[in-house]
Every structure is written in C-alpha cells, then in structure tokens.
C-alpha cells in the first residue's frame, strides 16, 4: 500500500481504516467466543436431559462453527493488527504525526487488541 505521508488526510484516512477493522474484529472474535460457550452449555444441558440425538448432533454442529469462526477472526485479527501495528511504525517516524490524534486512537486500538 503506498501511501503519502506528507497527506495528512490520506494518513488519517488509513489509520481510521485500520483501526476500524481491528476494533470489528476484536468485537466479533468476543461474540463467537461467547457464542460458543453458550452454546457448549446448551449442548451440556441437552446431553444431560438426555435430549433426542438428532438435536444434540445439530446442537454440536452450531457449536463447531462457532468454534472455526473463533478460529478464523483470531487469524483475521492477527492480520490485521499487524497492518495496524506497521502502519503506526511507519507514521510515529514522522515528526508531524507525534500528538496527531488519529495516531494516538490507532495506538489505542492496538493495545485493546494486543491484552
């Protein structure tokens, strides 16, 4: 991605994008993995009301999407914190960018991803 730093705007414009996406991602990895313990709870719950096999088979199944979806935003998440973090490495070296406010929601977003 070429971006021209002396464009503040084209800067900003980046930041907000990535830190958007970080902050998408990091609230859909925490409702799959909500999502999936609800569901392992329910699927509990079932096995021992000794409910019909068929729904706790279909019961397990939604669990294990859940399950490859919380694998899939960590991989995304990953990704994208990576961007985050470069493109942070890449402004902080410009003077003009030192108290700049977007920066500073950017660096934000990456230690919220980061914990």
Do not use: C, W
Request: a negative charge; proline letters at 2%.
């Amino acid at each position: 991605m070429a971006m021209n730093i002396n464009d503040p705007a084209s800067v900003h414009r980046q930041l907000k994008i990535k830190v958007g996406a970080t902050q998408r991602l990091l609230k859909e990895h925490g409702l799959y993995g909500k999502e999936a313990e609800d569901q392992k709870r329910k699927v509990d719950k079932m096995v021992a009301d000794n409910a019909d096999e068929y729904e706790i088979k279909n019961a397990r199944r939604i669990q294990e999407e859940s399950v490859r979806m919380i694998k899939d935003t960590t991989e995304r998440l990953g990704k994208t914190v990576q961007d985050l973090r470069d493109l942070i490495v890449q402004v902080k070296q410009h003077p003009q960018f030192a108290e700049d406010e977007e920066l500073i929601k950017a660096e934000e977003a990456l230690e919220q991803a980061s914990v």
